[in-house]
């Protein structure tokens, strides 16, 4: 049990560090597409590269058992990382909210008072076209923006999630 946990939190690790690695040599327009590809496919394929390269012993069961679980706590913590990656790092109109009303603390802000001057067209709309079309979830032909093939996989998992938690799946308000 306690490989499982060191092979599970070390695979994290050394991704962590690749993530790391590729966003200090330059930040991917993509996100979410490098996310994944480092998170998920790179230990793929380096388990099997080891696999099939490595002239060792056969599992046992027990090797197979702790190899699933760090497998399963590796696919956990780096989902939840990923999904939580884009509220940390994108812009936020609810942060925007809150670092506004900071300022006028302690005695508050009239909620009528409110205005905050990244609310535009380009930081609410523009921005998140970008950052879809650069992660190859939207394309845009002749000025028309389209749900690709990816988009429509992404719109799916996001609908069979909010069904499972228990809120509207069409993502709406």
């Known amino acids: ?65 702790a190899l699933i679980l760090a497998a399963l706590l590796h696919l956990t913590v780096s989902a939840c990382y990923i999904c939580g990656y884009a509220g940390i790092t994108e812009y936020s109109p609810s942060a925007e909210v809150l670092l506004a009303v900071r300022e006028h603390m302690p005695q508050g802000l009239p909620a009528n008072g409110l205005r905050i001057s990244s609310f535009t067209e380009h930081g609410l709309t523009s921005r998140r076209i970008e950052d879809l079309q650069a992660s190859g979830l939207v394309a845009i032909h002749d000025g028309r923006v389209s749900v690709t093939r990816r988009g429509r996989f992404a719109l799916d998992l996001s609908r069979v999630y909010r069904v499972l938690v228990g809120v509207d799946p069409t993502g709406r308000g």
């Open 1 to 65: 049990m306690e490989s499982a946990l060191f092979w599970g939190l070390a695979t994290f690790g050394a991704c962590w560090l690749v993530h790391w690695g590729v966003w200090w040599i330059r930040i991917p327009k993509g996100y979410l597409v490098w996310l994944p590809a480092i998170f998920w496919v790179l230990p793929l394929g380096g388990i099997s590269f080891l696999w099939a390269s490595a002239a060792t012993r056969p599992l046992t069961e027990t090797d197979w058992f």
